[in-house]
């Protein structure tokens, strides 16, 4: 009554109205939770709707928490649709659930299989159906695509609803043309020609051969990587300041092609300056590591030697005992002389150890195989280098898509966690060979191999091939760490089969196999050591050898008006080649030693390559012989595309013991050794019948010299290169030809009261042009020659055509 006092009523009906206002709207927007119903739930179990509410009976549920509760039922992916309201104390949970998914189908799909694309899709089978996994399946079908070039491609989901919740979704493709690179242009470009470095990167321009290809189509990564080959080209070619200022490929949308376009900073030439070697490790001594530098003063600069050099060092250092050691480089550019001096500076490291090494993504190949690249284990000292070499062999193998090796802190600050992140890839390989040789006629073969055999590393193939005139079947298996050793080991079986042609008189079959061990004793050095053992059978048809004697007349045969036996003409064959008739067992070992010093194994343009073989025949067996052979091949890229070839060859078998060298073991040489001539076209030769057969040669040496240029206005992609050649050789030496066999040597050129021809360090030499093309189908050559200094019995060919494919 004394409060009521104070107010006057007006101000007591006043402040009534505002808490009723109060109280109301607080009573909207906040209920007590007592109970919750959930609503339009068909499949989800009601438990399941109320457990992302995150409420508890009695529990204020207020806006906040309502919206929450909202957000995470539609995250489950589960719900169309959710509404959530309350009346007093009760909640009431309204949701509408998305369908199943009854089935997934592709149309329109030819290009890529369904299976492809149902493994990249997200939505699955009796999955739930939500429209964003859809477009998001949507866009990964289109990146499958655009992988493969298409661009243009379109994808337009469709679904079919069904009974009791359930669709299905269909995805209508138009896969459209392939969106090709139609020029890649190379700007800034001074001292290689667009030509050459479009031989560089792996991107190539579209023409009338792009169906057998996908190196045209339009790929971001393939593009990293050819900026990458750019960079590592021009710095192992002196430009030691080279940038790639940008890579821009534009999109012709009304043409559906790209343009590549590389902006390139060339920058100066360089050559090595001063090289030195500062050890900063009192127990290393410097002078001694010398031998281990390969970048030397005056050469032009190359990056890649400086890393070999890095890598050598390190390894010799830490076989010295010092693993903790490193070597770093440090340049020293002088732009006036246009040098960089570069020092190899050997410094302690921190003592850090592998801790482990983990081994990920390797679904096939077994953590051995990958171990053995690495020159390091757990527990030993971390040397960056050889890591690094690690990689590199990894990724050289061949078995992986990619290798990266990364680092993590180990079990103690000391330590550090190696990673190798792998990626398999395929590696198995089916291939069919067709080829045409002018002599030999059409030649195919089918061969089965695998690379990476049982997750091992070991090489097996098996190959079936036939011709005209041939036959053969090649098994063989290579063990490449024989031993847990860098020591290969390998075993082949084999079988051979040529006919009668018109360069032998006789069917030879080969039946055996051998066993064989390599080595390599550095990067450029590897060595070779093998057995062979087989059986060979000499078949020479009757009408070959129905003559007794040469010239003399046998039993039945008749004399013509010259005086010679009706049987020399019938096509006898020489007497040297009747003696080997039979089958014998030849028992052999042998070595080869190879240095490879090859910018590239494929179309090489500067290196030198050599090749030194020896074979004893007679470790056991029937024959015996000792023969030698080498070859020397060097390259060199003289001016922008010219490049000039240079092969040196030769070769020389002798007989040993008291077993006479068969002929059919000698040499038999022509177009291989000087082109423009035929197959056994040069050299000693028998003219005592109408076949006038070879006899081979013990001794062959030949050079070869020629200029290899592109075929001007034709694209690099067609793969046409052209060639100037000169080439030089002789072929002599014939053994004991078979004693007894009444052989006369002739002397002159009259033929008369002697046998056969054998000129020694007569020098057969012809010039001409040759056609090469790197086709689709394989290597193909086409070499027209004209011969300049020839014998009269030696046989022409002055068109010569070989090739050959593995597809």
Known sequence: MILMSLFSSRQVRAAAFVLALVVCFAGSSVAFAQQVVVRGNQRVEESTVKSYLNLTQGQAFDETRQNDAIKALFAT?????????????????????????????????????????????????????????????VQRI???????????????PKVIELERGRVDL??????????????????????FTTRRLRDIVTTTESNFLSFLKTSDVYDPDRVNVDQELLRRFYLKNGYADFRVVSAVADFDRDRNAFFITFTLDEGERYNFGVVEIESNVPQV??????????????????????DKSLEDLSVEISQRGFPFAQVRPRGDRDAKTRTVGVTYVIEDAPRLYVDRINIRGNTRTLDSVIRREFDLAEGDAL??????RAERRLNQLGYFKSVKITREPGSDPDRVALNVNIEEQSTGEVSFGVGYATNDGI????????????????????????????????????EPYFLDRRLSFGVDFFYRENLISNTNAFNQQILGGGLRAGVQFSEELSGQARYRGFSQLIDIPLQFRNCIVPGRVSAGDTIDANGVASCLNDGEATRAIISANGRVFVSQIGFTLAYNRLDQQKNPRNGVYGELGFDLA???????????????????????????????????????GNKPLRVIDTFFKGGDLVRGFQTSGLGPRDISNIRADSLGGTTFLGVTGEIQFPIPYLPDEFG????????????????????????????????????????????????????????????????????????????????????????
Request: aromatic share 12%; proline share 2%.
């Open 77 to 137: 992916g589960l719900f169309q649709d959710v509404n959530i309201s309350s009346q007093g104390s009760t909640i009431i949970v309204t949701v509408v659930e998305n369908p199943v998914v009854n089935r997934i189908a592709f149309e329109g799909n030819r290009k890529v299989d369904s299976a492809t694309l149902t493994k990249e899709v997200e939505s699955k089978p009796r999955g739930i159906f939500t429209r964003a996994r859809v477009q998001a399946d």
């Open 142 to 156: 289109v990146d499958v695509y655009r992988r493969q070039g298409r661009f243009d491609a379109t994808v337009e």
């Open 170 to 191: 269909v995805f209508e493709v138009n896969e459209g043309d392939k969106t090709k690179v139609e020029r890649i242009t190379f700007i800034g470009n001074h001292s």
């Open 285 to 306: 001594d410097a002078a001694t590591l010398r031998d281990f530098v390969r970048s030397k003063p005056g050469a032009v600069y190359n990056a890649d030697l400086i």
């Open 383 to 388: 040397n960056r280098v050889l890591v690094d």
């Open 443 to 478: 030649l195919g073969d089918v061969s089965i191999s695998e690379r990476n055999f049982l997750g091992r590393g070991q090489f097996v193939k098996a190959t079936v091939g036939a011709g005209q005139r041939t036959r053969n079947v090649d098994l063989s298996f290579t």
């Open 618 to 656: 007679g470790v056991g067996g029937d024959v015996n012989y000792a023969r030698f052979t080498g070859e020397v091949r060097g390259y060199y890229n003289f001016y922008e595309d010219l490049v000039a070839y240079v092969k040196l060859q030769g070769g020389h078998i002798s007989g040993w």
């Open 720 to 807: 046409l290169r052209g060639a100037f050649f000169a080439d030089a050789g002789t072929l002599f030496g014939t053994g004991d030809l078979g004693a007894g066999n009444g052989y006369v040597r002739c002397l002159t050129r009259s033929f008369i009261g002697c046998n056969y021809f054998d000129d020694a360090y007569s020098v057969r030499a012809s010039v001409g042009a040759s056609l090469v093309w790197q086709s689709p189908l394989g290597p193909l050559r086409f070499d027209f020659a004209l011969p300049l200094k020839r014998e009269t019995y030696d046989r022409i060919q002055t068109f010569r055509f070989s090739g050959g494919s593995s597809f």
